[in-house]
Antibody, heavy 121, light 107 residues
Framework: EVQLVESGGGLVQPGGSLSLSCATS????????MSWVRQAPGKGLEWVSA????????NYVDSVKGRFTISRDKSKNTLYLQMNSLRAEDTAVYYC??????????????WGQGALVTVSP | EIVLTQSPATLSLSPGERATLSCRAS??????LAWYQQKPGQAPRLLIY???NRATGIPARFSGSGSGADFTLTISSLEPEDFAVYYC?????????FGQGTKVEIK
């Protein structure tokens, strides 16, 4: 059974930093691209960042470029999202999502339960 | 950036009725369109990928169709557990954008 478990969410002040982790199991982590998708309170889904299976190629939505960094550690089967210079508009539930292929922008066939990030003074 | 527009915003139907949800792209996404279901307090679930392929474990009452820029998700006969929000998403180009969602509510 595929499992994705996020951790690291919490309350942070504007301008601060936070790091999210997503521990995975039940599949060959190094064979699949992974993404972070977020959902602001009461709003829709927004794709944030993706990393291909090799870890070489990354992509970001424009609003987080230069502030967020996605990475993966195949020895730990874990996905990461380092978030710097956080803004109020980054407040959301952040989902870790497994993609069906080794690259590209989806589809997302398995999701974690989400980690809440709140950016507030 | 490709914009996906879903309609209607809300669909009020009764169990047993047929639901037809639309997703229109601002430009062609070929067949690279997926549908997700999200219930309150839960993560999204993949229903359909690449226009018409059902994901693992998805019942046959869910079907997808379309091509280019116009796509449809059909639920042939609504079950009580189908009342939820549905999102389309394209993977043709970066960023992999989502539609704003269609809420299917009980009439």
């Amino acid at each position: 059974e595929v499992q994705l478990v996020e951790s690291g969410g919490g309350l942070v002040q504007p301008g601060g930093s936070l790091s999210l982790s997503c521990a995975t199991s039940g599949f060959t982590f190094s064979s699949y691209a992974m993404s972070w998708v977020r959902q602001a309170p009461g709003k829709g889904l927004e794709w944030v960042s993706a990393i291909d299976a090799s870890g070489v190629n990354t992509n970001y939505v424009d609003s987080v470029k230069g502030r967020f960094t996605i990475s993966r550690d195949k020895s730990k089967n874990t996905l990461y999202l380092q978030m710097n210079s956080l803004r109020a508009e980054d407040t959301a539930v952040y989902y870790c999502a497994k993609q069906s292929y080794s690259g590209g922008a989806g589809p997302f066939d398995n999701w974690g339960q989400g980690a809440l990030v709140t950016v507030s003074p | 950036e490709i914009v996906l527009t879903q309609s209607p915003a809300t669909l009020s139907l009764s169990p047993g009725e047929r639901a037809t949800l639309s997703c229109r792209a601002s430009q062609s996404v070929s067949s690279y369109l997926a549908w997700y279901q999200q219930k309150p307090g839960q993560a999204p679930r993949l229903l359909i990928y690449d226009t018409s392929n059902r994901a693992t474990g998805i019942p046959a009452r869910f079907s997808g169709s379309g091509s280019g820029a116009d796509f449809t998700l059909t639920i042939s006969s609504l079950e009580p557990e189908d009342f939820a929000v549905y999102y389309c998403q394209q993977r043709w180009s970066w960023p992999g954008t989502f539609g704003q969602g269609t809420k299917v509510e009980i009439k």
